[in-house]
């Protein structure tokens, strides 16, 4: 993670991937495929076309964790203005915020929905800043150039705990689980040496002060950086320095000496005279092979990493790789000496494993490529990691150092690559999927091989796997599936990587059976009814369609089955009778439901009413275009005698018998008066929406929407009542293509269109405001009367009251008469609450258990008919705690005694307080040892379970010998 001594551009890193990866035989091409679900955080594998495998394992992290898939970790910045900052990179196990045109705004680093900012503090002359994002976090690089200050300063704000041991932060949750990390800085110099950096907090500002001696080489450079990784580098430098004995340095067993020591941030390999002291510096390299199969066939192995700088100024040098034997999770002082052919004086016995590397054959930037012999393909390790040691042959040979001899790599840029393949593993046969159930599928197939580790049922549009069993498997049952869908997938024999694939077979899962929410009845007119259905997941999929059983009713018919349609409309009945229907559903495959159960519907026969115009206020005329004329006394539709184009409008309050049932014919009625031209208009007339909410004078009437229908009614001569054809299809256009804005508050409204007439050719009528107005204008409707679909009004006083630990009641007010039933849903995203169901009509309450203590639970209820619902307000409520079960307790010593809580099924934060019950004390667990203080218990007494050392329980000391002490436990819950 973290880099030392030279910034590297971004281009010189883009170049170093490059140059490692061209090689020929090893090349990672376009015709390899990755295999993404053999990803770990340290590594890729590939596919090649002649079956093989190539396995690329990192020294650093290069991939992220989300759920049980591992995702490549992006580093682009893009805008986004959060607080003061206005760019962000997003790698996805943390983001990193900053303003790149201010850097005294500091940089925010955030993880898990914790974040910490640094922003910059006090006197920062001298040091300039670079902060770069990282794969495991972001790197802070400080460049103190001469006569700079010694100390530099940020101010911290942070949502985390933290805490500062030995010059590390470590940031934790509210839990106390790690979150991420700012390491210990370092310092060093232009001569690479090592400068002491102390750590200082002082209320939320954090200090780090540089020692720096006399004789410095400027400019210094220092790394504090913020990592998500809990420490684990097994590559670094261990540096021996001793002063006038270069034997004393080379033969250390551990490295240390003035300015000597470990960076597990540096990788360099030489020796060096400084003035009269002698330099040794060994590097490590550990990989973690232990994903690579047991059965695999290594082939070929690189090992591979990035020189940065050649600082040899002295005689060149040969690089030697050879076996490491250290072990542990970072680099350490006593791994100077831990490779295979270590003496404790002379020349080393070593045995390359790999050829060797001249420091004059390469340049700054190049990849240096060790291909392992024969030994060292052999000492690959395949259940752990396989470590190296980077060693100079001056080293090797005890050949003591004139000047300067030492090169640099890239700290994140070592790589191992392993090429191998695999026994052959026989394709299984005859592989079929049957559904079980609407979430289920069963698979089955014949094991045609004998050497395959495992199953693998996979989905060959992604690769994903599905399922996985063990060797010499041929069934398995998937679950949690979505109902209807259609899923296709392959199964596949597996032996260390090496795979024989079935052919594919396919298979939509079933339907559950319809119940009767999902049918709804409704007249059309007095003959017909309209059946209309539920439409199932994935409706137009496959063969997926329904059949409605006409169970009775006179002249009643089947539907037969209709596919990727749910709507059945039956005429010919009769307007006097009683009908019942049944559902059957079937799915993509054509695999049939049970039936529904009947729902029957009765018909109200036919009906006959009248509509009287509504009040003047929603009735006018208008001149289209021009400003218009808004007198509302009478309505007109025609020309005028000037050419202007006459508009008039009416609407009629309708109930909700007509507006929900089934209209068989409607006629509009309006008298003519003496005003009126003596030639017969053809005008047209739509179907509108008007709201009573602003009278029709104060609407925009040239942005009134009308139905894409229309009646052409021809207005004979004279000044007499006249009736229009049947308005039926505009009704009904009206009602069922413009729900937006039809919703049963509006009334049905009609636009008397001039139809392009002949100047002076036009009607009028009278409105309700003239005053020989005498409710000449009506409508009369013919209709079945029908049932509400839709809701008049929302449940209201929803409220939740607890029970018990492990139950809850919702209650609520029902304010409709029309719904069919209720749901209780959680607030945060309108799922229904667990363990509940549909609930019936008129219900009012229902009490919900299986829940657990001491938990929040938010939720509210929806009534529902089958084209409309509606909500009531939110409530929450948090459950109680659990009385804890019996507290174990057991002597340890006369003074000592060991008490394990039950916590029973209270959650994980829960906090007990645990008390004595004969004295009344209560344990104070923030003492050392744990002893008994008088109560009642502050924060000092409220612990949660895993506190009180869960199932290890925790230890009461101080106790007085030969006594009895009875101890128990209880719940507090977070409110």
Known sequence: MRKLLILMTICGLLAAFILAEDTPENTLSNSLTEIPEQRTEKSETFSTNNGKRVTKIYAGKKFYKEGNTYKKINLTETLEAVGEFSHVVNAGQYIYRYDPADKHKGYRFEHEGYYVTYSPAGTWDGISQTVVPEVTGIKETLLFTSGAVSSVSWEIKTNAL???????????????????????????????????????????????ALTIP??????????????????????????????????????????????????????????KLNMTYYYVDRSTLSFDTSSLPDEAIIDSVDVVLVADKNYTTGSDFTIYLVEGTYSGSTVV???????????????????????????????????????????????????????YMLLSDRDINEVIPTGEEQTLFEDNSPYIQIWYSFPSVNSPSDFSMTPLSPSSIFCSWNDESDNEQCFYIIDPADSSVV??????????????????????????????????????????????PPDLNSIFIQPVSSDTLRIKVTEPPNGTSGFTGMEIDAVSGYGSTDS??????????????????????????????????????????????????????TDDLFDDYTINPGTGQRDSTVVRAGTSDSGDALDGFVSFKLPWTVVNGGVDSLFLSMTRTDECSQTSPEIRIYGIPVKHDVPIEERDLASQATTGISICWTISNGAEAKMTPDLRTVFREWQDTIPEYK???????????????????????????????????????????????????????????????????????????????????????????????????????????????????????????????????????????RIPGTTGISAVSPYSIRFILDPQDNPSYTKFA????????????????????????????????????AATGDTLSGLSPDSLYVIRAKARSEE
């Open 162 to 208: 933290w805490s500062v041991t030995n010059g590390e932060i470590t940031f934790r949750d509210s839990s106390e689980i790690f979150l991420f990390r700012t390491p210990r800085p370092w310092a060093q110099d232009a001569d690479r040496n090592f400068i002491d950096v102390s750590t200082g907090i002082s209320n939320d500002t954090l200090t780090y």
């Open 214 to 271: 006399e004789n410095v080489a400027w400019p210094i450079i220092s790394d504090p950086s913020t990592t998500v990784e809990e420490r684990d580098n097994t590559s670094g430098v261990m540096r021996s320095i001793a002063d006038s004995s270069y034997t004393l340095a080379r033969n250390a067993t551990e490295a240390g000496g003035p300015g000597g020591g470990v960076n597990s941030s540096n990788i360099i390999v030489g020796q």
């Open 333 to 387: 002082e006593d791994w100077f000496n831990d490779f295979t052919g270590w003496a404790s004086s002379g020349t080393y016995p070593v045995t390359p494993l790999a050829n060797t590397i001249e420091t004059s054959s390469y340049a700054d930037d190049d990849s240096l490529r060790f291909r392992l012999n024969t030994t060292g393909r052999s000492q690959i390790n395949k259940t752990g990691n396989t470590s």
């Open 467 to 512: 399922d996985s069993l063990a060797a010499d498997a041929e069934a398995d049952t998937i679950t949690g599936l979505s109902e209807n869908t259609e899923y296709v997938w392959i199964v596949v024999a597996d032996s260390s990587g090496s795979r024989g694939y079935s052919e594919p077979d396919t298979t939509f899962t079933f339907l559950y």
């Open 560 to 613: 037969g089955w209709i596919t990727g349609q749910y709507t059945y409309v039956d005429g010919g009945i009769d307007p006097n009778s009683t009908y019942s229907y049944r559902l059957l559903l079937r799915n993509g495959d054509g695999e049939q439901t049970e039936w529904s159960p009947q729902l029957s519907y009765e018909m109200k026969g036919l009906d006959t009413l009248v509509v009287n115009l």
């Open 743 to 881: 919703d049963f508050t509006s009334d049905f409204g009609l636009r008397l269109d001039d139809n392009l007439q002949s100047d002076g050719i036009y009607a009028v009528f009278l409105d309700a405001s003239h005053s020989s107005y005498s409710y000449d204008t009506f409508l009369t409707i013919y209709f079945t009367p029908g049932y509400p679909d839709s809701l008049e009004k929302a449940p209201e006083n929803f409220s939740l009251s607890v029970l018990a630990p492990d139950s809850l009641r919702a209650s609520w007010s029902d304010n409709s008469e029309s719904e069919y039933g209720f749901v209780l849903l959680n607030l945060s995203d309108s799922t229904m609450v667990d363990g509940t169901d549909s609930l019936a009509q008129n219900t009012e309450s229902i009490d919900v258990g299986g829940l657990i203590p001491n938990t929040l639970y938010e939720w509210f209820v929806r009534a529902y008919t089958a084209f409309d619902d509606s909500s009531s307000e939110g409530d929450s409520i948090r459950s109680y705690v």
């Open 914 to 949: 645990v008390q004595d019950s004969i004295s009344g004390l209560y344990v104070d667990d923030t003492s050392e040892p744990d002893t008994l203080r008088a109560g009642p218990p502050g924060d000092w007494g409220w612990r949660t379970y895993s506190e009180w050392g």
